[in-house]
């Protein structure tokens, strides 16, 4: 089956603590991308990837890191986590002609 | 930089009327323009695009879109509600040269029998 599998699903976490949510995809798309999701503001691209070793940022990539050593995994790094990183986050994939994004089933992260 | 703009945050219709939930969107290339669906506690999943030709796109459960670039916007339709179409839809936009994408801030549509 098509899918886009995140790690954790559910996080509780202290301010300080380094995390690192996992994403993969088997569909083989060059694009992968992280977003958060806040209540009235959307979903907002955090960084984005459009190739292995290639990697952007998007809006709000402050706080964040990624890596893309693999064209199926693309993790979302949290060094030093903060309150304001409370949300939900969600990782997407999608082949690069077309465009469509197929979505995880999202993290929700709360950090204390 | 580009943008999208969702001017409404909810949408109320009754089952049966048709349905139009507004985007318009700012991209300086050409722009590829996405409606997505998000069910609660469920991820977003694809309803349908406009990449180019028609400008009346048909996607997933009977919907649709007009894209109108006089107007920079890309409506979504439907002609005949029902009350399983309520959800957070979110309108999208990717420029066609970068891979920045940009989201709308989302409209919540709720449907009563």
């Known amino acids: 089956e098509a899918q886009v599998t995140q790690n954790p699903r559910y996080l509780i976490t202290v301010t300080g603590k380094k995390l690192t949510v996992t994403c993969s995809q088997n569909m083989n798309h060059e694009y992968m991308s992280w977003y958060r999701q806040d209540p009235g503001l959307g979903l907002r691209q955090i960084y984005y990837?459009?190739?292995?070793?290639?990697?952007d940022k998007g809006d709000v990539p402050e706080g964040y890191k990624v890596s893309r050593k693999e064209k199926r995994n693309f993790p979302l790094i949290l060094e030093s986590p903060s309150p304001n990183q409370t949300s939900l986050y969600f990782c997407a994939s999608s082949p690069l002609e077309t465009g469509e994004l197929f979505f995880g089933e999202g993290s929700r992260l709360t950090v204390l | 930089a580009q943008s999208v703009a969702q001017p409404e945050d909810q949408v109320n219709v009754a089952e049966g009327n048709p349905l139009t939930v507004k985007c318009t969107y700012s991209v300086s290339g050409n722009p590829y323009l996405f409606w997505y669906v998000q069910y609660p506690n469920r991820g977003l999943q694809f309803l349908l695009k406009y990449i180019t030709g028609d400008n009346l796109v048909k996607g997933s459960y009977g919907f649709e879109a007009e894209f109108n670039k006089s107007q920079t916007s890309f409506h979504l339709k439907k002609p005949s509600a029902l009350v399983s179409d309520s959800a957070l839809y979110f309108c999208?936009?990717?420029?066609?040269?970068?891979?920045?994408?940009?989201f709308g801030d989302g409209t919540t549509l709720t449907v009563k029998p």
């Open positions: 999208a936009v990717r420029d066609t040269n970068a891979g920045k994408s940009t």
């Open positions: 990837s459009m190739n292995v070793e290639v990697t």
